[in-house]
C-alpha cells in the first residue's frame, strides 16, 4: 500500500521560505515515476505546482517559476519543494502527488497547510 506522508507546512511572512518533503512511507515500491506537489486554496480547485519524473524533467506553475524548487531523492522515493520569496497568494494545503506507471495510479498525501501572512 502506498503512503505519502508529507510535512514542512507553516505559517511564514511574506518574503519568507519553507521547505516541504513528502515520503512514501510504506517502503514497498522501488521507483516511482512522477511527483510532485499541487495546491489547493479555499474556494479553488487543485492546481500544479510542480512536479518531477524519473528522468530528471521538471515542470512548475508559472505562478512559482524562480521561486521554487523542487528536488527528489530516488532512492528515498522523497520528493522536496523548497518554496522560497513567498507570497500570500501561496497560502493553500499543499498536495503530494505520485504516479507509479506499473499499477497505473495516482496516490496523494493528506496535505500540509501552508499560511504566508502579509
Known amino acids: 500500500q502506498v503512503q505519502l506522508v508529507e510535512s514542512g507546512g507553516g505559517l511564514v511572512q511574506a518574503g519568507g521560505s519553507l521547505r516541504l518533503s513528502c515520503d512514501e512511507a510504506?517502503?514497498?515500491?522501488?521507483?516511482?515515476?512522477?511527483m510532485g506537489w499541487y495546491r489547493q486554496a479555499p474556494g479553488k480547485q487543485r492546481t500544479l505546482v510542480a512536479i518531477?519524473?524519473?528522468?530528471?524533467?521538471?515542470t512548475y506553475a508559472d505562478s512559482v517559476k524562480g521561486r521554487f524548487t523542487i528536488s527528489r531523492d530516488h532512492a528515498k522515493n522523497t520528493v522536496y519543494l523548497q518554496m522560497d520569496s513567498l507570497k500570500p497568494e501561496d497560502t493553500a494545503v499543499y498536495y503530494c502527488?505520485?504516479?507509479?506507471?506499473?499499477?497505473?495510479?495516482?496516490?496523494w498525501g493528506q496535505g500540509t497547510q501552508v499560511t504566508v501572512s502579509s
Open positions: 518531477a519524473n524519473t528522468g530528471s524533467s521538471i
Open positions: 510504506s517502503g514497498s515500491i522501488s521507483s516511482i515515476d512522477v
Open positions: 502527488n505520485a504516479f507509479i506507471s506499473i499499477f497505473r495510479k495516482t496516490y
